[in-house]
């Protein structure tokens, strides 16, 4: 089945800095790759996604890039605020497929 | 926003016995999940539903049963608690099963056994 892969398990910024949590997923049928945040002590919630028609979408400070070739993905927090703080996941699936396959979480900190 | 509440929050079980745990969901959604997280990693589906009084196996089902007695209300239950099974648990809900499709989480349950 799929394996989705987060390189980086924790990521420190300075406040304003950006931010980039990269992915890579094996199974090339993968064709949505959605993000979730979770803050301490609560669930996960989405905060954007991108789908394998497209290359780059952005959702104001955020900024996803998707390279089907290399089969890697990524998460850019631009102009980071200390609420940026918490444990991201990326996560990626197949159309027509409830399986959605999660990386094991960066956990992001953002330092004032 | 949807709302997904799951109960009990936090849980002490001794190894053998019995544990349920509950989700309930206010979004008219069709799908419900289980998933498990341990700590460091990431989440794995254990039981899903897509319609009420059926249920599907995820990917880590061995040791837990699943019930979807509503189209509210979805149940984990460990009939035998084992020590492997300390994690925190998820329940999740979406309007449908196809990709695309946003997931909804309750806070999460934290399942001790000792």
């Known amino acids: 089945g799929e394996k989705v892969e987060q390189h980086e398990s924790t990521l420190s910024v300075r406040e304003g800095d950006s931010a980039v949590i990269n992915c890579t997923y094996t199974d090339t049928a993968s064709s949505y790759f959605p993000w979730y945040k979770q803050e301490a002590g609560k669930g996960l919630h989405f905060v954007i996604d991108i789908r394998s028609n497209v290359d780059r979408k952005q959702s104001q400070r955020l900024i996803v890039l998707l390279d089907k070739k290399a089969k890697r993905f990524s998460l850019h927090i631009t102009a980071t605020q200390p609420e940026d703080s918490a444990i991201y996941f990326c996560?990626?699936?197949?159309?027509?497929?409830?399986?959605?396959?999660f990386g094991d979480g960066t956990q992001l900190v953002v330092k004032p | 926003e949807a709302a997904v509440t799951q109960s009990p929050r936090s849980k002490v079980a001794v190894t053998g016995g019995k544990v349920t745990l509950s989700c309930h969901q206010t979004?008219?959604?069709?799908?419900m999940y289980w998933y498990r997280q341990d700590t460091g990693h990431g989440l794995r589906l254990i039981h899903y539903s897509y319609v009420a009084d059926s249920t599907e196996k995820g990917d880590i089902p061995d040791g837990y049963k699943a019930s979807r007695p509503s189209q509210e209300n979805f149940s984990l239950i460990l009939e035998l608690a084992s020590l492997s099974q300390t994690a925190v648990y998820f329940c999740?809900?979406?309007?449908?099963?196809?990709?695309?499709?946003?997931?909804?989480f309750g806070e999460g349950s934290r399942l001790i056994v000792v």
């Open positions: 979004n008219n959604h069709d799908y």
């Open positions: 996560a990626a699936s197949k159309d027509n497929n409830n399986r959605i396959f």
């Open positions: 999740a809900s979406s309007w449908t099963g196809g990709s695309g499709n946003t997931l909804y």
